[in-house]
């Protein structure tokens, strides 16, 4: 069964950082692109970021360019989410999705399907 497994969430002091990973088994990463999303209560499900399967090319929102950084090491089936200067506004569920079609998570919007999808991890950005 494909799993895609994120990790790394948790409560920290605005201004502070967090790495996310998203691990992923029984799929071969190289063929998939990779996104991160955010959501919180009330709100739909927005995308963070995302990067080719290659690693070539990356997209980050408005909201977070500059201060997290996306990264993918296939050999491990691991993709990174680097985040600094975290704000309060960044709280929320974090999830991974895979896709195939590079496009598919570039155009997301919340009719998107993607192939995979992960758990989600918490991100508490708090005083």
């Known amino acids: 069964q494909v799993q895609l497994v994120e990790s790394g969430g948790g409560l920290v002091q605005p201004g502070g950082s967090l790495r996310l990973s998203c691990t992923v088994s029984?799929?071969?990463?190289?063929?998939?692109?990779i996104g991160w999303f955010r959501q919180v209560p009330g709100k739909e499900r927005e995308g963070i970021s995302c990067?080719?399967?290659?690693?070539?090319?990356?997209f980050y929102a408005d909201s977070v360019k500059g201060r997290f950084t996306i990264s993918r090491d296939n050999a491990k089936n691991t993709v990174y989410l680097q985040m600094n200067n975290l704000k309060l506004e960044d709280t929320g569920v974090y999830y991974c999705?895979?896709?195939?079609?590079?496009?598919?998570?570039?155009?997301?919007?919340?009719?998107?399907?993607?192939?995979?999808w992960g758990q989600g991890t918490l991100v508490t950005v708090s005083s």
């Open positions: 999705a895979a896709d195939r079609v590079w496009a598919t998570l570039t155009s997301y919007n919340s009719k998107s399907v993607m192939d995979y």
């Open positions: 029984r799929f071969t990463l190289d063929y998939y692109a």
């Open positions: 990067i080719s399967n290659s690693g070539g090319s990356t």
